[in-house]
């Protein structure tokens, strides 16, 4: 399922699927946050709050750039913000 289904699927109500997102896409936003503040639980924390808030603002995504760069900027922007 690409990940365009599946932000429609959670869109549509089925926010179960949000898991899917959090599972590909996890590592990622560790590795940017770790980045970021250089330790571990500081960068956990991080990366739990990029996926709820991305969450909580998935209806404002557009689809003009991918989902892993949109959810990037969030990490980058919550790990400047931390």
């Known amino acids: 399922m690409s990940d365009?289904?599946?932000i429609k699927n959670i869109l549509e109500g089925?926010?179960?699927?949000y898991k899917l997102l959090?599972?590909?896409?996890?590592?990622?936003?560790?590795?940017?946050a770790i980045g970021f503040v250089h330790n571990k639980e500081d960068a956990e924390e991080?990366?739990?709050?990029?996926?709820?808030?991305?969450?909580?603002?998935?209806?404002?995504f557009s689809g003009k750039s991918s989902f892993s760069t949109w959810l990037y900027r969030i990490a980058?922007?919550?790990s400047i913000n931390f």
């Open 46 to 60: 991080i990366t739990q709050d990029v996926f709820v808030k991305a969450f909580r603002n998935l209806s404002s």
């Open 14 to 17: 089925n926010n179960a699927d």
């Open 22 to 32: 959090i599972e590909k896409f996890q590592n990622q936003i560790f590795r940017v």
């Open 76 to 78: 980058v922007n919550q």
């Open 4 to 6: 365009s289904e599946i």
